[in-house]
């Protein structure tokens, strides 16, 4: 009988070790990734630029080789970004919207001057009005409004409030600001534990006032306390103080916030 041939044994220089599959098993994937990701980051330049005309209706001009980038597409058109200009300047008022803006905040100080004056007996020096770039100040001083250390409006004072509400109504443009400011002597009350208290409510009260007994829109009013910290005049006198001892309405164009009047066009 005949005998069968052995198979000839392998011989263990020549077999690879295990890993080696693995690895080359890696390696393709990796090659077949960076693949995809190529073919994913350049483009046919002639077939895209049959869709960009077919879409723009002008053949799109390619700067560069093989690739077109985000620099291309923005700079042929394909792809426009925003201007941030665009939007602002143009809502931005006219020069000549910008004069007329002022003549009005001009005349509308003027009117209150002449009312605090006439109907009040008031020289200039005890009520201030202001005439900024975009809006009137009133100061009144805190004596005018309020007694020493309360935060209740004086029965004469809602006579001068009223003028204000007045302008208010007639010039609907107008948005009101109400600071309450104080002097730097200690304020420790049960209702008033600092100036800041103090100064807070005072302005709540005008604002009260302006909304609840005139109607003023809640939306075009709003006030705020700075206490003793925003001073106008020195607190090492009692006139100095005096002064401090103020509440402001700011009446204000919010159209002309921007740009100023005194830029040139």
Known sequence: MAKKNKPPEADASKVLPGWIATWSDLAMLMFAFFVMLFSMST???ERFQQVAASFSGRELMVMGGGGIGIDDLIGSGI???PSIAEGVFDSRPSLEERHYALENLHDIASDFRTYFAEYHGLDGGEIDVIVGEESVRIIFPGGILFDSGRADLRP???EMLDIVANAIFMHP????EIEGHADNVPMRTARFPSNWHLSSER???VLWYFVD????EPTRISSRGFGEYHPIATNDTDE???RNRRVEINLVNRDMSFPSFTESE
């Not at 007994?213 to 003023?216: E, I, S």
């Open 240 to 242: 100095g103080r005096a």
């Open 173 to 176: 443009e107008l948005f009101i």
């Open 43 to 45: 483009i046919d330049i």
């Open 156 to 158: 004469d004072a809602f």
């Open 79 to 81: 792809i426009d970004l």
């Open 213 to 216: 007994a005139r109607g003023v």
């Open 203 to 205: 302005a709540v009260a």
